[in-house]
């Protein structure tokens, strides 16, 4: 596989941030291991984007520190983190096909021709949109686009992938087959993957270990069942019994 996964832990140490005299994080701490498929599940305004983005390098810079593996990223601007996002609304270039879009981050950074064919292939081969390559993002359907951003995404080897909501704009059909999708390659590359969710089930299928999100604080982390098994807290059995 040309792909290479670069997989890095994330430890996040006391971190706080707030937007003038609101604190939207209050003292996160959080170890997350190398190849883990780990979500932040809570409400929505407790602060999962804020946390994740923290993690890209987007919005102002929390105190306390976050690493990626041994490395102190708190101050590194984003495009010197090597993490890859993917957003709820997953911008393509509507200009450009399917491939050039998968390409342009590495065309950016001056990779070899035939080394950026070779990867974009097997980028848009894992998302299972190679037939595709030759298209326009206005010739896809949402899903297929969600996709092509996933390989867009993955096609520059981070060291972390993030994703914030990322089935949110799908029907329900997709989002289950999207999931599982996101799972398989996530699984298949080893990449270490945060997602972000407010649906219970979506967190439950997919993670390893998730971490419930209220109010800017850590209520629980823990494997799925041990969570719905013996929550921690009033919150958290609220919080995930509020799916049943
Ligand atoms: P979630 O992703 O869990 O829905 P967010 O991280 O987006 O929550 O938001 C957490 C809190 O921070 C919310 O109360 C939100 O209104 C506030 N917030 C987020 N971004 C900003 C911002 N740029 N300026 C001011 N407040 C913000
Ligand atoms: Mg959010």
């Known amino acids: 596989m040309s792909i290479k996964s670069q997989s890095k832990g994330v ?7 707030h937007f003038g005299d609101t604190e939207v994080l209050k003292g996160v701490n959080l170890n997350i291991e190398p190849g883990e498929f780990f979500a932040f599940l809570g409400p929505s305004g407790s602060g999962k ?3 994740l983005r923290a993690i890209a390098g987007f919005g102002p810079a929390p105190s306390g520190r976050i690493l990626i593996g041994d490395q102190d990223i708190t101050h590194l601007p984003p495009w010197q983190r090597n993490v890859g996002m993917v957003f709820q609304s997953y911008a393509l270039w509507p200009h450009m096909t399917v491939r050039k879009n998968v390409a342009f981050g590495l065309e950016e950074r001056k990779v ?3 080394e950026i064919d070779r990867r974009v292939s097997e980028a848009l081969d894992l998302v299972g949109l190679l037939p595709l390559a030759g298209r326009r993002p206005s010739e896809l359907s949402g899903g297929q686009q969600q996709r092509i951003a996933l390989a867009r995404t993955v096609v520059v080897e981070p060291r972390v992938l993030l994703l914030d909501e990322p089935l949110s704009n799908l029907d329900a059909n997709l989002r289950v087959q999207m999931r599982r999708d996101i799972l398989k390659l996530q699984r298949k590359l080893g990449l270490t993957t945060i997602f972000v969710t407010h649906d219970q089930e979506e967190a439950n299928t ?13 209520q629980q982390v823990g494997r799925p069942l041990e969570l719905y098994d013996r929550p921690d807290n009033r919150f958290v059995a609220d919080f995930l019994g509020s799916a049943n």
Do not use: F, H, Y
């Open 206 to 218: 997919t993670s390893d270990r998730m971490a419930v999100l209220s109010d800017g604080v850590i």
């Open 11 to 17: 430890k996040i140490e006391n971190v706080c941030l």
């Open 49 to 51: 984007s804020t946390l």
């Open 112 to 114: 070899p021709p035939q």
